[in-house]
DNA sequence: CCTACCGATCGGTAGG
DNA sequence: CCTACCGATCGGTAGG
């Protein structure tokens, strides 16, 4: 029970602070804001988080945690290359786009970050350029995608995920699932396998 | 005379405070640190500048400038759509490369703009994404190309072309050039005009 | 082009 | 005695 207030606490501070961050950015946000807005005092932050820094580790690790996560997902289920490029980057593009405040906040403001939180963080980044990279090299080994060179477009790949973040409007009009649908298009054109049926039955 | 050493002075300062905001972030550096490392105090930066917004204007504002610039020329250019659309690729990624600190400035630090100059700015941006979706509705029309929605294509394109800001190492195994065509390739596939020939000349 | 200085505001912590 | 929090204020630094 005392815990789960805790970390009830613990998460109503940070969506706070990930509102305010992300209008005003993390040095135009004073902790006395993010207490204001919680409508307690400053101190009160200070029991939950070590300080500032902490609290833009705990909107910006669990995030990337995330992204990562819904690639590893998508590479590892079964299925065909093109089918698992597919699920990847329509899985990581939603993630994007349902933490786009977080996304932004990481983006800007990563300098900010601790030594050792940006250690931890740029750890996830490269395994997830290296997870991307390798599913793409084993599309060319099976002659699926046509590339040059797998670690490039891996990277290119994921520059045109993230950005969407800055981009898309949640009440626009494209929906989320469209936009994942359309990057995910996108991606196995960039790879030369374009369009194949998402499930590729042979005809009876 | 006098207006050549103004303008000279000015660049110094820009080119000082573009290291130093690359490398520290905006916030985290002090109009006294580039004072300091120019060899002068902070008032000498007011002289030519009106204020540390002013300085960041000065910075992000003439690199956008020159990536439209570059997209336009592509764009204007004689050429089949596909030629076109390798050509502006090529031609803004080599900007965004070239001008890597100040772009990554630019995304960074677009909060801490002064309202009118994100205006300006937001203004060319707008005019990048329409030419772009312009050239990608032209090659549509030709059927040289194969999008369902040539504006989504268009930022999904530049998102992919700004991002290489935060992984092309200057020294690093990929030359400028190589990822200009590299960028161009992807771009052709996205578009679903997979590597025509760059000079389309039919045989003798 | 500098020395000298201001008004204000920040992140973080004391005592209770 | 503790945990959880507040009112007040600290040292240090920012832009100008």
């Known amino acids: 029970m005392r815990e789960e207030l805790q970390a009830l606490k613990r998460e109503r501070i940070v969506a706070e602070a990930v509102r305010l961050f992300y209008e005003r950015g993390y040095t135009g946000t004073t902790l006395d804001d993010v ?107 099976a002659g699926a995608f046509a590339v040059d060179d797998p670690a490039v477009t891996a990277l290119a790949l994921g520059g045109m995920i993230s950005w969407t973040y800055t981009w898309h409007r949640t009440h626009g009009r494209l929906s989320v699932e469209a936009l994942c649908d359309h990057m995910a298009d996108f991606a196995l054109g960039m790879v030369g396998a374009r369009l194949p049926a998402p499930v590729a039955v042979a005809a009876e």
């Open 35 to 141: 207490a204001a807005a919680l409508g307690v005092t400053k101190p009160f932050i200070y029991t939950y988080y070590s300080g500032k820094a902490e609290l833009l580790a705990a909107i910006c690790q669990p995030t990337i945690e995330l992204s990562l996560l819904a690639l590893t997902e998508a590479v590892e289920s079964p299925g065909t290359p093109a089918e698992r490029l597919r699920g990847a980057v329509g899985g990581v593009t939603r993630v994007v786009l349902e933490r786009q405040a977080q996304i932004a906040i990481f983006f800007r403001e990563e300098k900010q970050l601790a030594p050792d939180a940006m250690d931890r963080i740029n750890t996830l980044r490269r395994g997830f350029d290296r997870r991307l990279a390798g599913l793409i090299a084993e599309g060319v080994a």
